[in-house]
């Protein structure tokens, strides 16, 4: 049977990417409003119905609708609900002012979303932040029975450091990695690698790059909506070089090519950095399937899908 999925801050459809490598049917409600990233995912998922601006979604508990900005739709139960609300506020790397950031707060939404659901599973995605901001959150994600957080780095997927927080209530086991993916950069990048490089803070000269090179390092530095332009770069036959679009597109686990509708290096660079590490979520997605079939999620739940 066919998985209904709530994605809300669907950026690239990462979570749509996962399901489908995972084998699972899906009927897909997707709310995102950056016009980049709607190009990528309309080009890959043109089945995929489109929501609009978060702040409008509704579901409507005793008709079972969507009612939002591109009308109202007859949707059922909503068995999966997922999303990476913005982290400007919560990043380390951010505006450190957490809730009081107005697109953090769009968490909120989710809350407020899920609530109205009750999805059968969820997840819930951001970054490494304070463990305030992260308490919080967990209260807030309580309203789903067996919810749990987890704190996973990429890099034990895929040789990228990017640290990031997961509340969910799908069964998973953080260390039985499924993975073909390379784990070293040498065995991304190839014959040449030497090591990466990395600018130090306040630095803005090329020539100073070199005064933070680290030798055959094996993850990149976490992918980034700027990072193609900004602070990190490799050194391949002693020349200093940035990663490709097409090497952050792997970082990410992504098919290369993926984010070519958005058009632009920068745009295809935003939609990268914006995205989830596809194979990590491929994983905790598999946590819903038990012999070939969708997990009931309690002992009340006696059909499976």
């Known amino acids: 049977m066919t998985l209904t999925v709530l994605s809300l801050f669907d950026?690239?459809?990462?979570?749509?990417?996962?399901?489908?490598?995972?084998?699972?049917?899906?009927?897909?409600?997707?709310?995102?409003v950056d016009k980049y990233a709607l190009k990528v995912s309309k080009h890959h998922y043109p089945d995929t119905i489109h929501l609009g601006d978060v702040r409008n979604v509704r579901y409507v508990r005793h008709t079972k609708q969507l009612v939002c900005d591109s009308g109202v739709y007859d949707v059922g139960d909503i068995d999966l609900?997922?999303?990476?609300?913005p982290c400007q506020g919560f990043s380390k790397n951010g505006k450190k002012n957490d809730f009081e950031h107005e697109e953090s707060r769009l968490i909120y939404e989710f809350e407020r979303i899920?609530?109205?659901?009750?999805?059968?599973?969820?997840l819930l995605e951001n970054v490494h932040m304070k463990a305030e901001s992260c308490a919080l959150i967990s209260e807030l994600?309580?309203?789903t029975p067996n919810v749990k957080m987890y704190?996973?780095?990429?890099?034990k997927w895929v040789c990228q450091n990017r640290r990031r927080l997961y509340w969910t209530n799908i069964p998973f086991n953080p260390d039985d990695v499924h993975t073909t993916h390379p784990l070293h950069l040498k065995?991304?990048?190839?014959?040449?690698?030497?090591?990466?490089?990395?600018?130090?803070?306040?630095c803005t000269k090329k020539d100073d790059m070199d005064n933070k090179f680290i030798p055959d390092r094996k993850v990149a530095q976490?992918?980034?909506k700027s990072r193609y332009f900004e602070n990190s770069a490799l050194r391949i036959n002693g020349q200093f070089t940035k990663y490709t679009i097409e090497q952050m597109e792997q970082l990410q686990t992504l098919p290369v090519g993926y984010t070519a509708p958005a058009g632009s290096k920068t745009q295809r660079a935003f939609c990268v950095g914006n995205g989830w590490t596809v194979c990590l979520i491929e994983d905790i997605f598999s946590g819903?399937?038990?012999?070939?079939?969708?997990?009931?999620?309690?002992?009340?739940q006696e059909e499976l899908l």
């Open 81 to 85: 609900l997922i999303g990476g609300s």
């Open 222 to 224: 976490t992918i980034t």
């Open 151 to 155: 704190d996973l780095n990429s890099d």
């Open 11 to 32: 950026g690239i459809s990462c979570g749509r990417l996962a399901l489908d490598r995972l084998g699972i049917e899906v009927k897909y409600y997707a709310s995102e």
């Open 187 to 202: 065995e991304l990048i190839g014959d040449g690698y030497e090591g990466v490089v990395m600018r130090l803070h306040g």
């Open 141 to 143: 994600m309580n309203g």
């Open 288 to 300: 819903m399937i038990c012999n070939g079939r969708i997990r009931a999620t309690s002992t009340t």
């Open 114 to 122: 899920r609530n109205e659901c009750r999805p059968r599973y969820l």
